[in-house]
């Protein structure tokens, strides 16, 4: 025991150290620490324009997913640092539009954009935007779902960044932004089951300076608009408005946070209760880089009625926090799993399609302990963007990452290519090819393929291995132990809104035949 407490110990100093010291990106520590506290980030990985609720005495919150499919992230805590991914609530993308679907591909950066996760009459909201399509809900009695099919609430192109909330009579007000016209932001009265807003009821609340990330709060006798503004000498920070009456026109203005550039402008997120009865903020660092837009949890002080963000010890304005106290000890540690043996007859949460995919081209039924993933011809050959049976996952920044996958090749056909890959703005990979009844490893960057020795036995691992740094090495092996190196280091990017993707593709240039069966994906 003397021992354990001596290591802990060390552990704790030298994670202080590190906050100390810490630059962007190059965090040792994050989350929860022995000592009970915690290090920011507490989720490092592309978890992006977040909102976040308390309920009893969990917390849920949901993260932006763009083209991916299922779409909308649903996550859960107990103490606004350890998290779990519990579903997705938009099963359906092309309940929004054909275009998000693998006929057509046509949504990168766009899709699923920012939205607010509401609890009213035991219920869940979901309520959100995309930038072509317009404001959507769904709704469902526990977070897990089922989700109900979506709604459309305004069918507009240019609007952005939703929120809603109730009166003390439960009447609802739904709030959004129009960033096509100076980022006007509107109050509209909502229908009592959540389905319609009335258009004509639009009442100008905010407008200008880039002003997006809305949330409503209630807290005293006010009602709180929280949003991010955004000025080119200044950068990205957080304001409010305030008003008493949610039918008024919310005069009072106040910023709560300072840009903080040097922590990649941390700005779009929830302010809650937390369990220890002190305030959190828990967002996102609005500047993303390869691990996307990351998630960290700031203290918020009450200060003459202003939920005031951050370190306030240089002035009345703050500034990122990298560590605090737990605001809950001795918590069931929940966690982001990553890891899958693909056990169970339904995907798990952590994983989403590259666009909405097509039916029966995957299977977790046909060999059991197995994703079955068939190949079918892309939009464009070679053209992993738009191939349409990629199974996908958030990366993570760690100083040490590895995924493996173990794939039955043996059933491959001509014209087919299937293997392990990262993607964002470009993409690589390392897989095989299947070529006048050979195979062959192949390793990829964008569109340019190059092969390698041939194959005969019927299983291979690959594998993907990375650091703080974003650079990316594959290797593969014969056997599941010895792995080699192959293809130049890749360098995992920013892009379409999204940091880095994990993914296994699988699909073929000349005929809609073949498959491979992949028996895990296990990520250290």
């Not at 950066?109 to 399509?133: K, L, M, Q």
């Not at 079955?372 to 990366?395: D, S």
């Amino acid at each position: 025991m003397k021992r354990l407490a001596i290591l802990i110990a060390a552990l704790c100093v030298s994670c202080i150290m590190a906050v100390a010291q810490i630059s962007w990106g190059q965090w040792t520590c994050w989350g929860q620490q022995p000592d009970s506290t915690y290090i920011n980030p507490v989720l490092p990985s592309d978890y992006s324009d977040l909102d976040c609720i308390r309920v009893g005495d969990d917390f849920y919150a949901i993260s932006s997913t763009m083209q991916f499919s299922p779409g909308m992230t649903v996550l859960h805590s107990t103490d606004l640092v350890n998290w779990e991914v519990v579903g997705n609530a938009v099963t359906d993308l092309t309940q929004i539009t054909p275009e998000l679907g693998w006929r057509r591909m046509n949504r990168y950066g766009r899709g699923v954009w920012a939205g607010s996760i509401r609890y009213h009459n035991n219920r869940f909201y979901v309520f959100f935007g995309t930038p072509d399509e317009g404001y959507f809900v769904t709704s469902a009695p526990e977070a897990s779902g089922p989700w109900e099919p979506l709604t459309c609430l305004m069918a507009d192109a240019g609007w952005d960044d939703c929120t809603a909330i109730w009166d003390d009579e439960g009447r609802g007000y739904f709030l959004g932004t129009c960033f096509r016209d100076n980022c006007k932001t509107y109050m509209f009265r909502m229908a009592d089951d959540c389905k319609s807003i009335d258009l004509q009821s639009a009442r100008l609340v905010n407008e200008g300076n880039h002003r997006e990330a809305n949330k409503l709060i209630r807290y005293g006798k006010y009602y709180y608009l929280v949003f991010s503004e955004h000025q080119r000498h200044l950068g990205r920070y957080v304001m409010a408005k305030r008003d008493t009456c949610i039918t008024g026109y919310f005069k009072e203005e106040h910023q709560l946070l300072l840009p903080c550039r040097e922590a990649n402008e941390p700005n779009q997120g929830g302010i809650v209760e937390g369990p220890d009865g002190k305030w959190y903020f828990f967002t996102h660092h609005g500047t993303g880089d390869w691990s996307g837009r990351v998630a960290s949890l700031l203290p918020v002080e009450w200060a003459d009625g202003w939920p005031m963000i951050g370190d306030r010890s240089k002035g009345e304005i703050g500034s990122m926090v990298w560590s605090g106290g737990m605001p809950k000890v001795g918590a069931k540690r929940l966690m982001i799993v990553r890891s899958d043996d693909f056990d169970s007859q339904e995907l798990a949460s952590q994983w989403q399609w590259n666009y909405q995919p097509r039916a029966y081209m995957h299977s977790l039924t046909e060999r059991p302990g197995w994703m079955r993933l068939r190949a079918f011809r892309p939009l464009e050959p070679g053209n992993l963007f738009k191939a349409g049976n990629t199974l996908t996952q958030r990366t993570w920044r760690t100083p040490a990452n590895c995924v493996t996958i173990k794939v039955d090749i043996s059933n491959m056909a001509d014209g087919q290519r299937a293997g392990l890959c990262h993607f964002s703005a470009h993409c690589s990979g390392l897989g095989i090819v299947q070529h006048e009844g050979e195979r062959y490893i192949e390793h990829f960057e964008g569109q340019h393929f190059t092969r390698g020795e041939r194959l005969v036995q019927p299983y291979i691992w690959l594998q993907s291995r990375w650091g703080l740094d974003g650079l990316s090495t594959y290797y593969y092996s014969l056997d599941g132990d010895n792995f080699v190196p192959c293809g130049k280091p890749y360098r995992m990017v920013w892009g379409h809104y999204r940091g880095d993707r994990i993914g296994i593709y699988s699909y073929n240039d000349v005929a809609d035949e073949g498959w491979v069966d992949v028996d895990y994906l296990h990520y250290r």
